[in-house]
């Protein structure tokens, strides 16, 4: 049994976020880009769940696939906004008869008219809580080094997060373009007594105007400098995913000196930003 706790104890740690495919293509080239990034012998990877279950089965298929075939475990993401307990202890019971031990719990966005999603919980904390009564997962949170769009300022939004890790493993962070970012959340968790691991995200972007839009969403900080860099290969994709492979080795440069937990990669479901980073490194595969 792994445990992502333990491996991070023991970091640092490199790991690999993919998504549910849409069609029987995408799901060819998820595992061609699997069968690509195995051969890096990443700690563990991790697969994204659509908000209020939209790809509840193919989320799990690709975990359970992942986490029976694989030298190293898949962790599922799971929001909770929009589902009744029920749904969710059927699903974290199957993950455990498929040996799977990590789950990343997450509250997920209400839907985006102000309708009523329905369902038991509206936060993640409260998933936290229903996983732990399911059985002895390792629990992971996310958390937003600037800060979750819904909060209404930086000190609630710092007062929650403690809060949440209080009862989880560890955190992973949304991405971001400053490591300063990354620096402050951890300083100031552990100004309220928080020293869960924290590991950062990184994106390597692909598409300029993808990367504005999410960050856009996300709370996320676009500096001048990369604003300009970006506006230079906006027109190119083979440029934008090479300044996308270009800044993401640069964040992970920077985070290794300050001696993270772990490195956890946005492979968005393709191998060859992730080896080209690698590559930049000089980091050579287990
Ligand atoms: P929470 O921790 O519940 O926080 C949400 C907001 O509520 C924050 O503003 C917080 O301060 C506030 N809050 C928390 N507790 C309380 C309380 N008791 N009272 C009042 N306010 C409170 N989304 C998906 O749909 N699928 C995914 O696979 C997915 N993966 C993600 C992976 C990572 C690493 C990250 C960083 C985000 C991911 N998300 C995903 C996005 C996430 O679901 C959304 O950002 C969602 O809006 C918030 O989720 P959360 O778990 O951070 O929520």
Redesign the pocket.
Known sequence: MTRISDLLAAGPTWSF?F?PPKTPEGATSLRAAVDELATLAPDFV??????GGSTRST?RDVVVEINTNRAFPAMP???C?GHTRAELVDLLEDYRAHGIHNV???????PADGSDPGGDY????ELVELVHEVDHFTVA????PE??????DRA??R???A??LAGADFA???FFWEVDHYRRLVEELGELGCDTPILP?VMPFVNVAGARRMSAM?NTHIPDSLQERMDEVADDPEATRKLGVTVATELVAELLEDDVCGI?LYALNRANSILEIYDNLGINPA
Do not use: C, I, W
């Open positions: 976020e998504f991790s697969v994204t769940y659509g908000a989320t993401h799971l929001t906004v990343l719990a997450l509250a997920g966005d209400p509206t936060y993640a904390s949170v996310a958390a937003f800060v979750h769009p819904r909060s209404p609630s939004d007062r929650y997060l809060a949440k992973m962070t949304q995200g996300n956890h």
